[in-house]
């Protein structure tokens, strides 16, 4: 079945580290898409990408990076710059064109400790 | 600027009554608008969402949606809640700015009570 995988589910990390969030989708999407959900506050995006080797600021993108290396592919890097990095992180993809909606991934939340 | 209004963030309502679920938005173009739903540490599934033609859009675990142009709203319906309904639902309008991008609500928390 096609799909979007987030992994690991779960993450721990000590302040300071960089961390790196998976994100791949069997779905043939073009756009990929990081979202920051804090409780109270909805959804955040961080990056966006439509192609593969392009990708675009969102609303919340300090202390973050993404690549977009392959297709399928477009991992989060929480650098040490990010001040609250601890949060729940949502991977969407998207077929061009509006009318289609996104497809989620089930989430990773991140405890930094 | 564009945008997505959810009205409440909590709404709580008794197991059998209707669930409404407010969603307005702003935008100068006809927009695709969705609603998703999700579940305490999950992500967000589609509910049903709106494109062209019938204004009246049915969706999954039986919730329904209108499109009303006049009033620039897209609300959220389920005639007869159910314990299992209680989750977050979001609403999201077509960004008219770009092909592909969806702007979203800050989401309404739906509690049942028995």
């Known amino acids: 079945d096609g799909g979007i995988t987030q992994s690991p589910k779960y993450l721990f990390r000590k302040e300071g580290q960089n961390v790196t969030l998976s994100c791949e989708q069997n779905?043939?999407?073009?756009?990929m898409y990081w979202y920051r959900q804090d409780p109270g506050q909805g959804l955040r995006l961080i990056y966006y990408?439509?192609?593969?080797?392009?990708?675009q600021k969102g609303d919340i993108a300090e202390g973050y990076s993404v690549s977009r290396e392959k297709k399928e592919s477009f991992p989060l890097t929480v650098t040490s710059a990010q001040k609250n990095p601890t949060a729940f992180y949502l991977c969407?993809?998207?077929?061009?064109?509006?009318?289609?909606?996104?497809?989620f991934g089930s989430g990773t939340r991140l405890t930094v400790v | 600027a564009q945008s997505v209004t959810q009205l409440g963030s909590h709404v709580s309502v008794s197991e059998g009554a209707l669930v409404l679920l407010r969603c307005n938005y702003s935008?100068?173009?006809?927009?695709?608008l969705f609603w998703y739903v999700q579940y305490p540490n999950q992500g967000l599934q589609l509910l049903l969402k709106y494109t062209t033609g019938a204004t009246l859009v049915k969706g999954i675990n039986g919730f329904e949606a209108e499109f009303k142009k006049s009033e620039t709203s897209f609300h959220l319906t389920k005639p007869s809640a159910h314990m299992s309904d209680a989750a977050e639902y979001f609403c999201?309008?077509?960004?008219?700015?770009?092909?592909?991008?969806?702007?979203f609500g800050s989401g309404t928390r739906l509690l049942v009570r028995p």
């Open positions: 969407a993809s998207s077929m061009t064109g509006t009318g289609y909606g996104y497809t």
């Open positions: 935008s100068s173009v006809p927009p695709y």
């Open positions: 990408s439509q192609i593969v080797n392009d990708f």
């Open positions: 999201a309008v077509s960004d008219e700015d770009s092909s592909y991008k969806l702007i």
């Open positions: 779905l043939n999407h073009d756009a």
